[in-house]
């Protein structure tokens, strides 16, 4: 009962916020090992701070989770329409999961819109939450309900809960100062109240973050916790929720260490100032805001206190204009952009592979071509970054594989072009972008060294026995020219996108010079040290799967799957996309098939089959959703058995 | 007229954070060992060696000069400077150079462009370098013409220009470079013409001693593509009526003994040429580059003809002090630390929500 709260006002009393509510233990309570929820309502009802918040009680629980953010690009598109629905999923669990789920096990479902548009994903039985107050006649009539599927039987399938969520917030909230507009905003805190009472998630987190975003806003505050706490109350309560749902902390998934949850965006913005500190260098990001990559420069304006400077620019063009400049000034430079920005950005990346200067460009990539679809996740960029330029224009291409990843996908890049002083192109997407699972907080002496050595003096003896600085003189390991930075004494030098002689870095036009220059800087970025390829095969199998990029999790679950039903299937990863490592035509030389999944018709499997003449298979979905398990491992076993 | 010493720049503000050259220096310290080659009697060659005359005055250090061009005929210039230098890419060396402002405030950041670098492909980071007032020295060699694609008209060229791509004549009207960067907030803009090496080291030397972006349109002239594109600004008789020399405090007089002026009319507020009469003389305009208004500075640069060059006002238009980008960048990352303390990655990187799994 509500014995823990007697009035609203007291609910939200600032001095008990951040207590532990616990279920009263008067219902059934069962154990699942995972969960799959998901949060759908209008893009102006909360669902992704609603599907957040979550997130963070389940990741401070300690279960092993998977969210998948799903939005329009619109910011407030018409209401209670099926284009303005926005979701956010999660999937959490006691053991190691990999993606955020195929098909919900719940929906909570704020209007007829987001019934209809997430219906079809839920498998018969799932249980529906609905605001029944939002099914009225008209909003019905707006998405093509004819007859309320509340009441014509199209939900027996399924465990439907009626709630009028609407109208319980505002009666949680009458005694407060609000309108009824007002009060009625928080009723996506008391779905997540209900929510967090169904699953025994903790709460003070959430009482915690609502007491501070509103900080200004007390009574806002006090309003939305009355909501949250009447949520939960409301599941407590009521006969229709009989059940309530214990998932174990995932304690033998993860190895020893400190957790926190983690979004792709994060990870990458913490990786670039983790590799600012340990290369010793400023970071300098030039920026222009896109989606799905604006949160890095959001995030990285926050930091200017360990030396972080970011520059909006007034376009694409001059965001990585600037890092370049920034860069040649002895700064890690960065640049942070989606696909149509790469398009723009391609000129002055060529000019950073001829001035063989340090740069990092992060790629989100988002559905295309062109504008295509910028809050969706697809991978079609491969190519671009690997050719997008004119003439030979070599770049390293790194990619993260999942949210958590982003970090060190970060100072893997940065590792590579500080040593080879190459723009290097790092390719996340929307998925891992805007996705997130808990990362293992490493400590500081576990992160590479990347210090780097500027030239400090002349590096060339002429003939006549002078001492020069020849800015293109190479280490003959690695082929990368010294970093000279202005405000170095006698190392004074002139670069520019026109071809150089070798060596001296003067303009040349000699024919011998620039073919031996082409030659070389292709060389220079062949040669780049990374790992081999690590094989996942614990059965000697006939096919490998090979993939890249945001498909690690859905490869590797639609794997896990065929194996448990008895298949061989051997599975590989790509982190290093430009070079592939060194092993990796040995190792597509051991399979009789090799099947390559990717959002994208077939990129990767254009690049392994032009380079090593495997004829590799290609199986691909350019939908703006990464790939679900199931599918994959039907797709799968269908090329086993081909 | 900024103050210089033997020292060098001690005295000059903006450049207070770039060190000293640690000996007198000479123009051919700034020359380089590479040949130049711009056609011969180009007015390339005549700035080059303004700036490079110039140069010693300032008594940098010269690894803390940095020149960054983009493509044309004169972004070739940091090639022939031995300074730091970076020969970019069509249209965005004053984003590159503005990167490397912010980055180092240690470094006199020069920026060498065209008409067509700077107004056709680089349009948009030239007026937002101005508009931010990075601490960038921006050379805009105008010639009027495309010189290093062979002759094209530039944005610059007089409508009715009749060029390669134009047999029938240009139709586009042209920009007034001076009018342009003032639209978009230039704090300093000035205009002089390769020839004159004394007015053009001038100019070099009030743009040094600018705090934020100096833009400096230098009239120049292609012998190959638009030969005497500005001759009626340097024959001397023509120039006579011709130009205006705008110096700051006094009446803006020029033509003959001065017989002519400049006048606000009273009617549409608007500024015309007038002959200097006894009941007018008062009424002459005083140049006031230090205004914090453009207005003045604008309708001056709308004086001159754009077909003819009549009624050209050359010197220093526009010398206002505003906040400068990469100083208030600085400061808010000593706010930043000031306010949070120094970043702590270890603290960062565990945030506030974390759960310790043990084994």
């Known amino acids: ?642 | 007229m900024p103050e210089t010493s033997a020292e060098g720049t001690g005295t000059i503000e903006a450049l207070s954070l770039v060190p000293k050259a640690e000996a007198r220096q000479s123009m051919k310290d700034f020359k380089s060992d590479q040949e130049v080659r711009w056609c011969p009697g180009c007015g390339d060659y005549a700035i080059l060696a303004a700036v490079q005359g110039f140069m010693p005055e300032l008594g940098l250090a010269k690894e803390n000069i940095v020149f960054v061009s983009g493509i044309g005929c004169s972004s070739r210039f940091p090639y022939y400077m031995n300074t730091y230098g970076m020969h970019s890419i069509h249209g965005r060396a004053p984003a590159i150079a503005t990167g490397l402002a912010s980055s180092r405030r240690d470094l006199s950041v020069w920026v060498v462009t065209g008409d067509g670098d700077a107004l056709s492909i680089g349009g948009n980071h030239l007026i937002h370098a101005l508009r931010r007032n990075v601490n960038l020295k921006i050379l805009l060699f105008n010639n009027r013409i495309y010189g290093l694609t062979k002759g094209q008209y530039s944005p610059t060229s007089e409508v009715g220009k009749i060029t390669k791509s134009t047999p029938m004549g240009s139709l586009d009207a042209p920009f007034n470079p001076v009018s342009l960067a003032i639209g978009a907030e230039a704090s300093f803009v000035a205009r002089t013409v390769d020839s004159d090496r004394k007015h053009l080291t001038q100019v070099l030397r009030e743009a040094a001693a600018h705090k934020g972006t100096a833009l400096i349109e230098i009239y120049q002239n292609c012998n190959i593509f638009n030969d005497g594109a500005f001759e009626v600004l340097k024959d001397k008789q023509q120039a006579e009526e011709a130009v205006i020399r705008l110096e700051h405090g006094q009446p803006i007089r020029f033509g003959t003994d001065g017989a002519r002026g400049v006048v606000r009319d009273a009617q549409t507020g608007d500024l015309k040429v007038v002959t200097v009469t006894p009941e007018n003389e008062s009424q002459i305009l005083v140049h006031d580059a230090r205004s914090a208004s453009p207005t003045t500075a604008f309708a001056l640069s709308r004086l001159a003809d754009p077909d003819t060059l009549h009624h050209t006002p050359i010197g220093v238009f526009r010398s206002a002090e505003r906040p400068v980008y990469d100083t208030q960048m600085s400061e808010q990352l000593d706010t930043a630390i000031e306010q949070n303390g120094k970043g702590d990655l270890a603290a960062l990187l565990a945030g506030g929500d974390t759960w310790t799994v043990v084994g």
């Open chain 1, 1 to 642: 009962m509500t014995s823990q709260v007697s009035s609203p006002a007291e609910q939200a009393d600032e001095a008990v916020v951040g207590e532990q509510r616990k279920p009263a233990g008067t219902k059934d309570v069962r154990r699942l090992d995972r969960v799959i929820i998901r949060f759908a309502g209008d893009s102006g009802d909360g669902m992704q701070l609603t599907g957040d918040r979550f997130t963070s009680e389940t990741a401070s629980f300690g279960n092993d989770l998977s969210t998948l953010p799903n939005f329009p690009a619109e910011i407030r598109a018409p209401a209670g329409t099926l284009p303005g629905v926005s979701s956010f999923q999660l999937h959490f669990a006691d053991h190691d999961i990999l993606t955020p789920g195929d098909a919900p096990n719940v929906l909570v479902a704020m209007n007829p819109a987001a019934l209809k548009a997430n219906i079809g994903d839920l498998p018969r039985g799932a249980e529906i939450i609905v605001n029944t107050d939002e099914f009225t006649k008209r909003a019905m009539q707006k998405v093509g309900y004819e007859a309320s599927p509340l009441e014509d039987g199209s939900l027996d399938g399924y465990s439907v809960h009626p709630v009028p969520l609407t109208t319980l917030t505002v009666e949680a909230l009458k005694e407060f100062d609000l309108t009824r507009k007002e009060a009625e905003r928080s009723k996506n805190m008391f779905a997540l109240g209900l929510l967090s009472w169904m699953y025994h998630r903790p709460t003070e987190g959430t009482e915690k973050f609502l007491t501070s975003k509103f900080a200004k806003k007390p009574a806002i505050a006090a309003a939305n916790i009355a909501a949250f706490r009447a949520g939960w109350n409301f599941g407590e309560t009521t006969e229709d929720f009989a059940v309530s749902y214990e998932i174990a902390p995932a304690t033998t998934a993860f190895p020893v260490g400190t957790y926190r949850n983690i979004s792709g965006n994060l990870a990458l913005s913490y990786g670039l100032i983790a590799a600012s500190r340990q290369a010793d260098l400023p970071l300098f990001l030039g920026s222009y805001p896109i989606t799905p990559a604006s949160d890095i420069l959001h995030e990285l304006s926050k930091h200017k206190n360990f030396g972080v400077r970011t520059f909006q620019a007034e376009d694409e063009i001059a965001g990585i204009g600037a890092a370049l400049g920034a860069a040649f000034g002895g700064s890690l430079g960065v640049t942070t952009t989606s696909g149509p920005g790469v398009a723009l950005k391609s000129e002055t990346i060529g000019l950073a592979v001829s001035l063989e200067l340090p740069l990092l460009v992060i790629d989100i990539q988002r559905g295309g071509p062109s504008t295509g679809l910028p809050t969706k996740t697809e991978q079609a960029d491969l190519l671009q970054a690997m050719f997008g330029r004119n003439g030979e224009a070599p770049v390293p291409i790194v990619a993260p594989c999942t949210p958590a990843d982003c970090f060190d996908a970060a100072l893997e890049a940065a590792r590579i072009a500080l040593t080879y002083r190459t723009p290097v192109m790092l390719l996340s997407d929307g998925y891992l972008a805007n996705g997130s699972e808990p990362w293992r907080i490493p400590e500081l002496d576990e992160l590479p060294d990347l210090t780097v050595q500027f030239a400090q003096g002349p590096n060339h003896t002429l003939q006549d026995g002078s001492e020069v600085f020849w800015p293109y003189k190479r280490d003959p390991h690695t082929l990368a020219r010294p970093w000279a930075i202005p405000g170095t004494p006698g190392l004074e030098h002139r670069i520019g996108g026109i071809e150089k002689e070798d060596g001296t870095g003067n303009i040349s036009y000699s024919p011998a010079n620039h073919d031996f220059m082409v030659r070389t800087r292709q060389a220079k970025i062949d040669g780049i040290q990374v790992p081999d390829l690590e094989v996942d095969d614990p059965h000697e199998a006939k096919t490998l799967v090979l993939g890249w990029g945001s498909t690690y999790g859905p490869i590797t679950a639609a794997v896990r799957r065929l194996r448990k039903a008895g298949e061989s299937i051997a599975q590989a990863h790509l982190r290093h996309l430009n070079p592939f490592p060194r092993n990796l035509g040995v190792v597509l030389g051991r399979y009789e098939k090799v099947v390559i999944p990717e959002m994208n018709l077939g990129q990767l499997a254009t690049l392994v089959r032009a380079k090593y003449l495997v004829d590799a298979h290609s199986y691909n979905q350019v939908n703006g959703m990464p790939f679900k398990a199931e599918q994959l491992a039907k797709a799968l076993k269908e090329a086993i058995d081909a």
